[in-house]
């Protein structure tokens, strides 16, 4: 059993939460909770022009569903704080000068303009875009001449210009690159924010963290960091680079394919412990066949040693089976009704009658858990169970067999023996209906079918003498005296 790990999801309130970017944090968040340790917020919102209103409160809103609570980080505080970026720019701008008295940074005075007819160049010559080097060798009166010119400059890194720089990442295996396909990185912008290498690296150290694990596309980001701790005299943590997740055509996983952000998820009506186990399962793996975890059990097995290297396909048909599953078979009714009221109150018409009875609806459920895949579908399975009057046209209730007259002499017959049964349950229902059928020789068939629509409104419905007993012989009567006289008066 590895010792108690100290792990950090940092998001950028840079949009909303997408399922690649809480997927690093589910992973971050299991293996703090196997290892006894402690999983860390950090906010990197140094990045101003990028940052989008409110995509903080759907990163918060999203954690929160899922269940993943940290240990330290906003609204809970914690002993490395402030867990905000924008907060802890002292710290990166002291750190900066400390590169810059050992000469290990420079401050770099080219113009936007300069750098852009750089990259130009260096792409009709074919060759990877890198920064040339300029700055590095300027002389002193030629940073005074900078300075005296009102240019904010940046700070790089001085990339060594020979040899190599190797990392070991846990999944990846040793990773060595020549120092020459690297350039000299921006650490400080020239608005003092930080970039990502020097924020990242810095609050790693500080904040104690033992393992990042991050998503593979900051694999080629990690020689850079390598060298910026290095430089500082800093231990790097554990890395672990995790797999990409892609589209079930194998490109990267993108608005294309579908949802992606976890609101969207949860709008849609999918379970929160249902997400946790499909994006547990989208890298990671128990053995070659259990699909399906409770949280405690993934807690309980999660190791980084099962964490794959190869892209996982985001398959939403085996998102869908699995909430279906979990519905049936891991909810109660009760649980069941709880998760689809919210959507009842929301998606059913105004003039259903608020509050729900919770009795009733939780009856209604009963019916429909078998049915049920998403917990939006709630308001359209469920809308007839509400509604006074429902809307269907009568070659709809008559079906293939049967023509009006026919059609309202057997209803009327129903309406009679309905209003005369005392036991509303669903075995002396069927027991009475089925009767009926073999007095009157109908099929069981077409017989049922009109009763379904005069009840429901619906050719497809919960089964018939259930979903009977769930609306009760007051509205059952109701119904089919509309049904009689929709076909009375043509």
Known sequence: MPGPARVRYAPSPTGEPHVGNIRTALFNWL????????????????????????????????????????????EV????????????????????????????????????????????????RKEPPKYDGQCRYLSEAEKKRGVGDGVNPVVRFKTPLEGHTSFYDLIRGEITVANSTLDDFVLLKSD???????????????????????????????????????ALGFEPPVMVHLPLILGPDRAKLSKRHGATSLVEYKEN????????????????????KTEIFSVDELIEHFALERIGKTGAIFNHEKLLWMNGLYMRERLTVH???GRVLPFLEQGLPPEVPRPFDGAYVEDIMALLQDRIKLLSEGPELTEFF?????????????????????????????????????????EALEGMTRRMAEELGLKTGSFFGL????????????????????????????????????????
């Open 31 to 74: 293996y703090a909770r196997h290892t006894g340790g402690q999983f860390i917020l950090r906010i990197e919102d140094t990045d101003q022009n990028r940052i989008v209103p409110g995509a903080l409160d759907s990163i918060l809103e999203s954690l929160r569903w899922l269940g993943l609570d940290w240990d330290e980080g906003p």
């Open 269 to 288: 009506g999918f379970l929160p412990e249902v997400m946790i186990n499909f994006l547990a399962l989208l890298g990671w793996s128990f053995d070659e």
């Open 77 to 124: 505080g914690g002993p490395y704080g402030p867990y905000f970026q924008s907060q802890r720019l002292h710290i990166y701008r002291e750190i900066a000068d400390r590169l810059l008295s050992q000469d290990s940074v420079y401050s770099c005075y080219c113009s936007p303009e300069r750098l852009d007819e750089m990259r130009k160049e260096q792409q009709r």
């Open 192 to 230: 003092g924010f930080p970039t990502y290498h020097l924020a990242n690296v810095i609050d790693d150290h500080l904040m104690e963290i033992t393992h990042i694990m991050r998503a593979d596309e900051w694999l080629a980001s990690t020689p850079r960091h390598m060298l910026l701790y290095r």
């Open 451 to 490: 009763l379904r629509v005069a009840f429901t409104g619906r050719t497809a419905a919960p089964p018939l003498f259930e979903t009977m007993e769930a609306l009760g012989k007051e509205r059952c009567l109701y119904r089919i005296e509309r049904s009689i006289r929709k076909l009375h008066d043509g």
């Open 386 to 426: 509400f509604m006074d009057d429902l809307e269907y046209e009568t070659p709809t209730l008559l079906g293939k067999d049967f023509d009006r007259e026919r059609a309202e002499g057997i209803l009327s017959l129903v309406q009679a023996r309905l209003s005369d049964i005392e036991d509303f349950s669903t």
């Open 335 to 337: 649980d069941l009704m």
